[in-house]
Every structure is written in structure tokens, then in C-alpha cells.
């Protein structure tokens, strides 16, 4: 019969449209998991590039300060292979008029907890003190507690912050470590050799 053509339907049956609901869900989840992960790697990447830059920073400071030490003045005197995660010194100011070195005030650089701390007249009534850093890792990177050298450096159970003598030669480790948000924590290490001017 001529009449009784069928129709067809438009739009989508309740199970189509389930369907393409259940697909374009996956297609999200997918989606927001690639975007987390990249946040969570740009987010550790760039506290590990700010410790980087503190750690720097902060090894620089340490750097200049004793570059311009007194040799004979500089205490105590850690010869290689032994460390110490302190060291007091002076520097020279000038000359005076009869041709001998003015010194500075003695000065301190060490390690106090967590923290690297300088001073200026340490122990005295007219002391300064200022904490450069305060997350300084217990032991420098590879290295634990157990009388070995974990990290083949030729030191055995070094702090966070050593510095070793050689001659003229002072080497100065410097290691920190702040904890993330996902419970991991970022270590930085940084190492310099300056060599004593006067």
C-alpha cells in the first residue's frame, strides 16, 4: 500500500545518548588526570628551581665572606679528609697609615639545627646574628648516619653544610631539602671551591 510509508525518527534513543555521555566522560577524566599531572611536574619542578636558586644564593654568600678571610685566622682548620660545619674568621679592612692590615670584627659562619647562621662578634655583648637559610638538610645528599662514606666524597656522616681545608682551598657543601605538598620533599646540593686571598 501506498499509504503506509514509515516514518523516520529524529534525535537520539536513551541508550545512544548514555552512550555518548559515558565516552565524553572518559574523554574528561582522561583530560583532567594529563592536566593534574603536568601541574603536580610543573609545580616540583619549579620548587626544585627556587631551591636551587636559595641553595645558590646562599653558598655565594658563604663564598664571599670567607674568600676574603685571613688565612691564619680562619678556625678551625679542617684538613681534608675531615669537615666542619663551622668556621670563624676575620677579613681585611685596608691599611692603615703605618702600612698594617686593619682587621674586621671576627665573624662566624656554621650550622645551628636546620639553619645556616652568620654572626659578627659571636659570643659577645655587641653579637649579630642572622639565619641565611633555614632548611638546611641534616646530611648532605647520599649521605646517612652510619660512620661510611655513603656518597663517595672522601668525608664520611657530612652535615648539610662541611666545609673542608686544602691548602689555601676551601670546598663548601651545601645541601637543602623542603618537603612538597604530595608529602615528597625536594633536595638540592651545591658545592664551590674558593680559594683564601690573603
Not at 674586621?104 to 659570643?123: A, M, T, Y
Amino acid at each position: 500500500m501506498i499509504g503506509t510509508a514509515h516514518k523516520r525518527r529524529a534525535g537520539f534513543t536513551l541508550i545512544e545518548a548514555l552512550i555518548a555521555l559515558a565516552l565524553l566522560s572518559i574523554v574528561v577524566v582522561k583530560i583532567t588526570m594529563v592536566l593534574n599531572a603536568a601541574s603536580k611536574a610543573n609545580s616540583k619542578e619549579s620548587a626544585a628551581m627556587a631551591l636551587e636558586d636559595q641553595a645558590r644564593r646562599v653558598l655565594d654568600q658563604i663564598a664571599y665572606a670567607i674568600m676574603s678571610a685571613d688565612r691564619d685566622a680562619l678556625f678551625p682548620d679542617p684538613q681534608s679528609p675531615a669537615y666542619t660545619t663551622e668556621v670563624d674568621y676575620e677579613f681585611s679592612l685596608g691599611v692603615d697609615e703605618n702600612g698594617d692590615v686593619i682587621w674586621s670584627d671576627p665573624e662566624h659562619i656554621g650550622l645551628d639545627g636546620s639553619k645556616v647562621v652568620w654572626k659578627q662578634n659571636p659570643d659577645m655583648p655587641a653579637e649579630r646574628k642572622v639565619a641565611w637559610c633555614n632548611v638546611v638538610r641534616p646530611f648532605l645528599q647520599g649521605e646517612i648516619d652510619n660512620s661510611l662514606d655513603d656518597n663517595d666524597n672522601g668525608l664520611t656522616d657530612e652535615q648539610g653544610l662541611s666545609f673542608t681545608l686544602f691548602k689555601d682551598a676551601v670546598t663548601i657543601r651545601l645541601c637543602l631539602e623542603r618537603p612538597n605538598k604530595d608529602g615528597t620533599a625536594t633536595t638540592e646540593a651545591v658545592e664551590t671551591v674558593v680559594t683564601i686571598r690573603n
